[in-house]
């Protein structure tokens, strides 16, 4: 139904990402679509929104956000109403979830190893160009080396076809970012994983793990604005528990 993540947080901090399975949207958006920002029926939405609440038992609502490829991290301590802009989000509170959707983009989850505070990332390329990661690493009390990272799924590198001025952007600040890019005739496929694994260890996180999705080549599965144009959105959240 869902992904959950395979890595050695404490017990304690709850993470997961959502797949189509589930919800009651139709139409280009069958499944759990947890967006309601792309045309779905808004009834469709907030049930689904609901259903998710209900399976996870969170007392609140997942901290959702408006999502606008900005480098804006919110510290929560409370439920959000209505959603702000911003593309991550961390907390030290139990209870509250930080959410990130997506259709390609990355979602990056993170703690430290004693489980007091956790993040998600919205993580796309203009994100990541822009240190979207950095900036949330460095809202943690914990040293990077004592912080953990988890990819969720996201657009493959054998799909995500992007342009010479995207990879420029990279290589010029991290040459070594050139090992994620592939040449295909004008274009370049580029590995948005590898990308984030380079930002993240510059930033001095080494445990990172997960990655191994692609929403591109998963319909049954998965959301994809590439492959799709017209579709809804997957959520990855992660939590302490009360």
Known sequence: MWITPDW?????????????SGGISQGSYEGLNLGDHVGDEPAAVAHNRQWLQQQLGLVHAPAWLTQTHSTIVLDLHGPLSPAPNAD?????????????MTADCLPVLLCDRQGTQVGAVHAGWRGLADGILEKTVRTFSAEPNQMLAWLGPAIGPAAFEVGGEVRERFVSEQPDAASAFTPKGEKWLADLYLLARLRLQRAGITQIFGGTE???????????????????????LIWLSQ
């Open 214 to 236: 692609c929403t591109y080549a998963d319909p049954a599965r998965f959301y994809s604005y590439r492959r799709d144009g017209v579709t809804g959105r997957q959520a990855s």
């Open 88 to 100: 991550a989000s961390v907390t030290r509170e139990s209870g509250i979830a930080c959410t990130v």
């Open 8 to 20: 050695p947080a404490p017990a304690h901090v709850k993470a997961m990402s959502t797949t189509r």
